[in-house]
């Protein structure tokens, strides 16, 4: 059954909160206060810096005007997405914010077309009114171009900035309208890297690699490590806990697709240049010195330290944000925070002594690039005291 709107109605999302089991509504709170406790850090502040006398450049921070945020929920339901996306968005101070998300073919009562009622209702407790039934690259499109009734009447307003993961669709989708609308980063399927020598856990190693490969047929679970006989130990514990877990078909198909590997390597170093390499989305770092060796790793999204420190600490209430690059975007994308929603601007405000001092420099740069009239746009402020003075 389709709902009569895509748009779901602000009764539902009411309905969705106030069925919402206690135990994760309590769960829900909690992950919120910690995510908004790390995001309230990365606030930023204007600066004015003085360049020289009666010339400053002011930096402001201004929040992107609309935001599309999407939650997946196809292989299973993500409300901590919701949380991930939308605490940032709102400590950034941005106006209007929509978010989007797979209607659920499962769903009954007053949720039949709509969202899994626990993303509905995650919604409802950060105070997001504006929620659609849309999933995939649909709703990527949607967010980019915008969506109207048969009678054209506007049913969402395009935005000018997408967040949040997805599966392949999502982030081809995103890849591909990325200048139309801003994006956060591809951020899909999942990645874990664990690198790991003879003193990590070879059960803690495998019960992360299968945390992540139950997310999609796709998600890679790589172990990089020196020792042979963690190796050896860390097969043997997937065999016995891939058999026992509830998604084994689909975590079966993620470790053995080629995106899953163990990598030996020599050594602790090396196994650096790998990780460094491979920019996972999510990188473990299970050695004897495991906070020195995460300080040398340059490209991952996240980084997880030591034995307590596990990826799905992340996910969900360690207070980081699990909105992070795939696919090797870690060489030169950041997960998502509250920057993600903020533009920088540049004001500059000079006083006429102070452009006077450097016009000769303007005027020296435009004329070695061939662009005269640069120069001759200071030089026009001053003539009419050569003239005076003539």
């Given amino acids: 059954m389709r709902p009569a709107h895509l748009r779901v109605p602000a009764e539902v999302l009411k309905a969705a909160e106030e069925q919402l089991d206690p135990a994760v509504r309590g769960a829900l709170v909690e992950a919120i206060r910690r995510v908004r406790i790390v995001h309230a850090d990365q606030a930023r502040t204007d600066v004015t810096t003085t360049v020289s006398e009666g010339g400053t ?99 969402c307003e395009p935005v000018n900035l997408v967040t949040g993961p997805g599966n392949i669709y999502v982030a081809a989708a995103k890849r591909l309208l990325k200048g139309l ?28 690699l299968i945390s992540q490969a139950e997310h999609d047929n796709l998600a890679a679970s790589v172990l990089v490590t020196d020792s042979e006989r963690l190796a050896s130990d860390v097969e043997a514990a997937l065999e016995r806990r891939v058999a026992a877990t509830k ?20 050594d ?15 990188l473990e770092i299970h050695t004897a010195n495991s906070r020195e060796d995460a300080m040398r790793v340059r490209n991952a999204g996240a980084i997880f330290v030591g034995t307590y420190s596990p990826v799905s600490l992340g996910d969900y209430a ?28 540049h004001v500059v405000e ?34 009419q005291d050569e003239e005076g003075r003539a």
């Fill in 57 to 155: 450049v002011t930096e402001r921070w201004i929040p992107v005007e609309r935001v599309g945020l999407y939650v997946p929920g196809g292989l299973a339901v993500y409300p901590s997405s919701v949380v991930m996306n939308v605490v940032p968005a709102q400590v950034a101070n941005v106006g209007s914010i929509a978010v989007a998300s797979p209607p659920q073919e499962h769903n009954t009562g007053d949720f039949v077309g709509y969202p899994h009622p626990t993303i509905l209702a995650a919604c409802s407790l950060l105070g997001v009114e504006e929620v659609y039934a849309v999933g995939g690259a649909q709703a990527v499109a949607m967010f980019a171009y915008g969506a109207r009734e048969k009678d054209g009447a506007t049913v």
């Fill in 318 to 345: 360690a207070g980081s944000n699990h909105v992070l690059p795939t696919g090797g975007c870690a060489c030169h994308s950041s997960g998502l925070s509250v920057q993600s929603f903020l533009k920088g601007v």
């Fill in 350 to 383: 000079y006083s006429r002594d102070a452009l006077a001092e450097v016009a000769d420099v303007v005027v020296t740069l435009a004329n070695a690039e061939d662009l005269p009239a640069h120069g001759e746009a200071v030089t026009a402020r001053f003539e």
């Fill in 268 to 282: 602790v170093t090396a196994g650096l240049r790998v990780v460094d390499a491979y920019g996972a989305e999510h």
């Fill in 247 to 266: 998604h084994t078909e689909r975590v079966t198909t993620a470790l053995g697709g080629p995106q899953s590997a163990i990598v030996l390597v020599d």
């Fill in 181 to 208: 609308i801003g994006i956060d980063a591809e951020a899909g399927p999942t990645e874990i890297a664990v690198l790991a020598d003879d003193t990590a856990d070879a059960d803690h190693v495998a019960a992360d």
